[in-house]
Nanobody, 116 residues
Framework: AQVEESGGGMVQPGGSLRLSCAASGIVVSTYSMSWYRQAPGKERELVATVLSGGVRWYAESVKGRFTVWRDNEKNTVYLQMNSLKSEDTAVYYC???????????WGQGTQVTVSS
């Protein structure tokens, strides 16, 4: 099983991006899936999770600005990021999670840069 992230890029503060996480070898509708990010010089942090039952969780720093959901037909998980800030700059990764821990090997991630 693996995931492939895409959709990153460079955007000005206040802008928006939509990240995609295409999964193969797993059915995303049956698992809890999370987005993480890692900024330069910092540890990887959990950003958002959509549980197998559909409940969503967000880090306080992105609550109200980011939305996570999955498209079961496309077997893809998305992260809509609005009102982006410079501190959102990071490489974003997705992963299947179990008991709050990532399960799969990490993909390459997708770079998000917020800069004027």
């Amino acid at each position: 099983a693996q995931v492939e992230e895409s959709g990153g890029g460079m955007v000005q503060p206040g802008g928006s991006l939509r990240l995609s996480c295409a999964a193969s070898g797993i059915v995303v509708s049956t698992y809890s899936m999370s987005w993480y990010r890692q900024a330069p010089g910092k540890e990887r942090e959990l950003v958002a999770t959509v549980l197998s039952g559909g409940v969503r969780w967000y880090a306080e720093s992105v609550k109200g600005r980011f939305t996570v959901w999955r498209d079961n037909e496309k077997n893809t998980v998305y992260l809509q990021m609005n009102s982006l800030k410079s501190e959102d700059t990071a490489v974003y990764y997705c992963n299947r999670v179990r008991d709050g821990r990532p399960v799969l090997s990490w993909g390459q991630g997708t770079q998000v840069t917020v800069s004027s």
